[in-house]
Each structure stands twice: as C-alpha cells, then as structure tokens.
C-alpha cells in the first residue's frame, strides 16, 4: 500500500510568484492535514481536511494559503503570491477516521523562495 | 511560545551506550506520538501512548507517559547507528476539539559506531 505522497519535493520560486503543492493521502483515510516546518521552529499546524471539508483551518498564516480537497482525495496547497518568510518544509499527513490523532507523514515539499 | 519541549536538543552517543529523551509540557496530551526522522524523508511513526503512566517497548525502544499526560520520555538501550536521526514528539491538547499534532523541536541523535 502506497503511503501518503507529496509533489514536488523541492520547489525554488521568486518572490510574488506562486506555487502549488500537491498531496495525495493514503488511500482510504478521510482526515488530512497540512503542516509546515519553517528553519529552526517545530512543526507547527496549517489546517485539517475531513474528506472535502475543512474542519480546522486555525493554523493558516494569512490568506496567501489556500488548501483545496475537492472530491475529498488529494489536496492542493497553493501559495499566492509567495514570500520570503513561506520557506520551509511543508509537510501532508493522513489518518483513518477512528484514529485521528495516528497520523502518517509524506516526505515534505522543501519550498524555498527567494 | 513552545508548547513541547524536548531535551536534549542534539545528542551523541557510542554504539552501545544507553540514553533517554524527554518531551516535557505544562499543557495536558490527550495522547503522545513519537516520531523518527531522516534527512530528506518525512517523520515516521515509532509509537502512541494514551493512558497516563503507559509504558510501551518497541525492541530496544522504551516509551513512557507521565502520569499527568503532560510528559513523555523515550529509552533506548544498546544504542546502533541505526537509530541515528531525529526524534520528535507530538500530541493533539486535550480538549482542543482538534486533532492538530502539537510538535516538539526534536533530539537529533548520532550513534557514531
């Protein structure tokens, strides 16, 4: 069974311009979320998808982000337009909905923005 | 402000040394993960704990909840290089209505053979 996959892996863009990434959960699981890991902080929360619908989006920084799920499979994070402070790594998980809080982890979008 | 905090930040050991990290809160965990991490790679599961006071093993892994829920510590015995990489704590708060994970920075760990 395919874990959860992220696209790109690394993403190099200039300032104001705009990236999309792309998440695709393992299969079956209804919950996922995005999360972000910029240099020298923890992982920190953007926002929670359960199925198509956004359930907690608390964590998104400004509204440069929007998180799409349509049909309730992959997800897209798109960043419009891109500054400095968005590089880091930015990280899609997913769960099963009877364990939320058992969460399996992509490998991460490195974006960096210049 | 750092909900999690982990100790210690960056640790190198010998092959066969034992050590322990710790992952401590003063907010309580509804349960905790741990995580292992290599470069370039995302954090993979190692373990939840749920109850207050739970011990769980893993091989040579040890995993401990506090009590309160508010800590939690991680026991390796034996260390090999194997176990090199970063180990990050994680739990969703209890009562925050949410399944966001709340992370630690991590301990980054070297076993030099």
């Known amino acids: 069974e395919a874990g959860v996959t992220q696209f790109p892996s690394h993403s190099v863009i200039e300032k104001g311009q705009t990236v999309t990434l792309r998440c695709d959960p393992i299969s079956g699981h209804d919950n996922l979320y995005w999360y972000r890991r910029v240099m020298g902080k923890e992982i920190k929360f953007l926002l929670h998808f359960v199925k198509e619908s956004k359930q907690d989006e608390s964590g998104m920084p400004n509204n440069r982000f929007l998180a799409e799920r349509t049909g309730g499979t992959y997800s897209t994070l798109k960043v419009q337009p891109a500054e400095l402070e968005d590089s880091g790594v930015y990280f899609c998980?997913?769960?099963?909905?009877?364990?939320?809080?058992?969460?399996?982890f992509g490998a991460g979008t490195r974006l960096s923005v210049l | 402000t750092q909900l999690l905090k982990q100790s210690p930040q960056f640790l190198s050991i010998q092959e066969g040394e034992n050590l322990t990290v710790y992952c401590n809160s003063s907010s309580v965990f509804s349960s905790l993960q741990w995580y292992r991490q290599e470069p370039g790679e995302g954090p993979v599961l190692l373990v939840t704990?749920?109850?207050?006071?739970e011990v769980k093993k893993l091989k040579r892994l040890t995993f401990q909840f506090g009590d309160a829920r508010k800590d939690s510590s991680l026991h390796i015995t034996a260390a090999q290089p194997g176990d090199t990489g970063l180990y990050l704590c994680a739990g969703p708060l209890l009562g925050a209505g949410s399944y966001q994970l709340t992370f630690g920075k991590g301990t980054k760990l070297s076993v030099i053979p």
């Open positions: 998980a997913s769960s099963q909905a009877g364990a939320k809080n058992i969460q399996y």
């Open positions: 704990v749920v109850t207050g006071g």
